[in-house]
């Protein structure tokens, strides 16, 4: 538990909180819906739209046709933490994956080295290369270690060491889904946010995963 930083309690339920509402109560993986409708895109979530709204209609989901996840992902991930730009297919190569959604070239880069530098933990898996291969994260052993990299990556165990409330449970969320946090509020962004909250304050109730 030590390498994944969940050698704590409340640790525990602060990642546990946030990996159900990642992945739903049956645990299942996926990889990242970018299933978005025009109007979503240029809600404010996705700077690359507010900016082209003429290809939030051309690539959002309408009456006339379904949404284009491919160019979505290109263009909102673009020229971001190592991915190229829209024409690289970066943004749509390196869409979230995982229990906790791994996102960006650089991301899969850095869990990598991590897996490495790890690998007394999984002496069979010393040479995967999850930029090469990241498709592999949809296994659920790397969509476990990938989740564990994130929240090791990111200091969130800094975060939940903080407290048991609302405020933690938030900045934590911030940290996973910034977009929950930016754009205008809809009902899809309160029910993710309140659900973690919901979330942490059941598996505390069964003592903490201790």
């Given amino acids: 538990m030590s390498v994944y930083k969940l050698d704590d309690a409340l640790r525990r339920v602060h990642f546990f909180a946030q990996v159900k509402q990642e992945t739903g109560s049956a645990l299942l993986l996926h990889s990242e819906s970018l299933n978005y409708d025009a109007q979503a895109l240029t809600s404010g979530t996705f700077s690359y739209f ?18 284009n996840e491919e160019a979505i992902a290109n263009r909102i991930y673009a020229s971001r933490d190592g991915n190229g730009d829209p024409e690289s297919g970066d943004g749509y190569r390196y869409r979230g994956r995982g229990m906790i959604q791994l996102t960006h070239r650089g991301g899969y880069q850095r869990f990598t080295e991590w897996h490495k530098a790890n690998s007394s933990a999984w002496p069979t898996d010393v040479d995967m290369n999850f930029e090469n291969d990241p498709d592999s994260l949809s296994q659920i052993k790397y969509a476990v270690r990938s989740a564990c990299f994130f929240w090791v990556d990111h200091g969130l165990y800094r975060l939940a060491d903080k407290g048991d409330d609302k405020t933690t449970v938030d900045s934590i969320s911030k940290v996973i889904n910034p977009g929950l946090f930016s754009g205008k509020p809809n009902h899809i962004k309160i029910e993710s946010i309140n659900g973690r909250q919901r979330n942490f304050l059941e598996i505390h109730k069964w003592g903490g995963l201790a």
Wanted: proline share 11%; glycine share 6%.
């Fill in 50 to 67: 507010l900016k082209h709204p003429s290809e939030a209609e051309q690539y959002g989901r309408t009456k006339e046709h379904p949404a």
